[in-house]
């Protein structure tokens, strides 16, 4: 199970996000928690980003949500961190 890190561009990108789209909300928790329990499931479609998001990774939490993030390992405990760095429609985040 690896440790969920929230960024601040995430918190804002969510409240916006999760507004508009009051249903979403709780999918995208859903997300996150299948998140953290198995980064590469196949519900999630998680793949990794080109170009400008070279390095980051990128999942589905339904139609037209994405969630970009990325994997670091922490130095002190070894344990596996998922940075969620953005959210929003396709259009949005990439």
Do not use: W
Not at 7 to 36: G, M, P, V
Not at 48 to 63: D, Q, T
């Amino acid at each position: 199970m690896s440790k969920i890190i929230v960024s601040s561009k995430f918190k804002r990108a969510f409240r916006k996000f999760a507004r508009r789209n009051t249903q979403l909300q709780a999918r995208i928790e859903e997300t996150i928690a299948e998140l953290s329990n198995e980064i590469f499931n196949p519900s999630l479609g998680t793949h990794k980003l080109e170009g400008k998001l070279s390095g980051l990774l990128s999942c589905s939490c339904g139609y037209d949500c994405r969630i970009v993030f990325a994997i670091e390992t922490d130095e002190e405990s070894g344990e596996t961190l998922i940075v969620l760095l953005d959210v929003g429609t396709h259009d949005e985040v990439y």
